[in-house]
């Protein structure tokens, strides 16, 4: 096997590199929040990188309704609007690192 600068090692070493780099992002944007909201902010959730709700906030106003159907209705909007958006932070952090490349077993 070569072991020149296009050889297998230098490509073990530069993959190596690359997991490395995407373990710290994944932590970085774990620590990061996102926040989404449904009903016109009736219900704001926030999430942060990991996909872990952190808060949701409720207007008092939807609860005098109470109409738990809507309040079920707006929370789960509001965890899948933030489901998105954090999946989305990710991914653009992922391509600045890959430079846009798809990587097999990436889903970004």
Known sequence: ?????????????????????????????????????????????????????????????VLKTGDAEMLQDLVAAAVNLAIRKAQGMLADEMKKLTGGMKIPGLPF
Do not use: D
Request: avoid cysteine; glycine fraction near 14%.
């Open 1 to 61: 096997m070569s072991k020149g600068p296009g050889g297998f090692s230098s490509i073990l070493e530069q993959a190596q590199r690359l997991q490395e780099q995407m373990s710290r992002l994944q932590e970085e944007v774990g620590a990061r929040t996102v926040e989404a909201s449904a009903g016109g902010g009736m219900v704001t959730v926030t999430m942060n990188g990991r996909l872990e709700v952190v808060q949701v906030r409720i207007e008092p106003a």
